[in-house]
């Protein structure tokens, strides 16, 4: 029998899909992508209306579990490009249930994780938390995350993978740890330590405390002679010249001197509304080194026992992983701590209330207080 050329077409047609059912499908690869705001947009092109917050995903090939997480209530507008496989949608934030998805204009019923946080900055511990979390509790690898503290007017673009960015990795500041060998050797047996002796002085609203042999502490009551200590933050023994000095802030702040032997107090100098958090003595250049910042560190003060003052810029982004340690622009803030100086670099200590503690996260740093450059030279991450 002959066939015609119609009959012909249509059995290549049938072997054709037949090879494909033999080979099945290719798998789609399974990709988590987070979008993360505070608030919903609730105007576009001028016109007020409730709030919202739309996605546009462009994904071809992969199949999508997309969380979308909010302080809410929001009704969240996603839409597709024309390949695009959306496998599950899931409602995280604050009482999400709260909250509505539309897919493509159609209503969607997401289902909904209020153990998944909302996240609206890339850095601070909550994103941290995202970080190692949500994979854990997705089974998925975080392939993007989109945040902002409120939704954009127009939309939010999923359209790239990339679950291999250190942004996403549970340990981002493994490969940033500084070499032993660029570490001044003494400061490698203070990193990480596990408890800081107690402070030879404790500078009080009273006057000076100063640590005796016995392990009591004799006070050098404040005097008249001086104005009033109204926030101390910081002391330091001068052993050359036998006196201890504290810093206050509050109003201008001052440097207080009182003499170890004669008890007699002065005022070195005016702080000129620098807000210096503790002190550190630095026998090897004379000074001074004080971390500025009351709401947020600012700067390095070194100061010189011959009053000679300069500063180094230093905030938490010139701190690498300080962000991890809280939530910035909410706080609280972690409290920067001097430790030591050894051949120019200071051993900075940076914790939730300036202590280490092995069950809480904390980072140490080697600051070079001629040129500024940072190290990080030892963290915990629990």
């Known amino acids: 029998m002959q066939l015609t050329g119609i009959a012909m077409s249509f059995l290549r047609a049938v072997a054709f899909f037949a090879g494909l059912v033999a080979a099945g499908p290719a798998l789609a690869e399974r990709e988590l992508h987070y979008v993360g705001i505070y608030e919903g947009n ?4 001028g016109v007020i209306h409730g709030p919202e917050a739309r996605v546009f995903v462009d994904r071809p090939g992969a199949e999508v579990v997309l969380v979308l997480a909010d302080y809410g209530p929001v009704r969240w507008f996603v839409e597709t490009a024309g390949a695009t496989v959306i496998e599950q949608i899931i409602l995280g934030g604050i ?15 997401a289902d909904i994780n209020p153990d998944i946080p909302y996240v609206h900055q890339r850095k601070g511990k ?5 970080v190692k979390n949500l994979p854990e509790q997705t089974g998925l690898p975080l392939s993007s995350a989109s945040v902002s503290y409120a939704a954009p007017e127009k939309f939010f673009a999923v359209t790239t993978s990339d679950p291999g960015n250190p942004a996403f ?4 500041l493994a ?3 500084a070499p032993a060998d660029r570490i001044p050797e003494g400061l490698l047996p203070l990193i990480g330590r596990t408890a800081i002796p107690a402070p030879a002085s404790r500078f009080t609203s009273e006057g000076m405390e100063i ?5 009591s502490r004799r006070l050098y009551p404040a005097t008249l002679d001086m104005p009033e200590i109204s926030w101390p933050t910081g002391s330091a023994i001068v052993p050359e010249e036998n006196a201890a000095y504290g810093v206050s802030l509050g109003g201008e702040g001052f440097l207080y001197r009182v003499d170890l032997e004669t008890g007699v107090w002065s005022v070195v100098m005016s702080m000129e509304n620098a807000d210096a958090k503790g002190m550190l003595y630095d026998p090897a250049g004379k000074r001074f080194v004080m ?6 560190l600012q700067s390095l003060l070194l100061v010189g026992l011959d009053g000679a003052r300069r500063g180094i810029r230093l905030g938490y982004a010139d701190l690498p992983g300080s962000y991890d340690l809280f939530d910035p622009g909410n706080g609280p803030d972690p409290v920067a701590v001097p430790v030591a100086v050894d051949g120019g670099w200071l051993l900075l200590h940076l914790g939730p209330d300036g202590r280490y503690d092995s069950a809480g996260a904390w980072r140490d740093y080697a600051v070079n207080v001629e040129t500024g450059e940072i190290l990080l030279i030892g963290y915990s991450t629990p």
């Open 95 to 109: 009482r999400p249930e709260r909250s509505e998805v539309r897919l493509n204009g159609v209503p969607f019923v």
């Open 126 to 130: 909550d994103f941290r938390a995202l």
């Open 175 to 177: 490969t940033l740890l």
């Open 169 to 172: 990795s549970e340990d981002p």
């Open 211 to 215: 640590l005796q042999p016995d392990g």
């Open 42 to 45: 609730q105007k576009t092109g």
């Open 291 to 296: 971390p500025e910042g009351v709401f947020d």
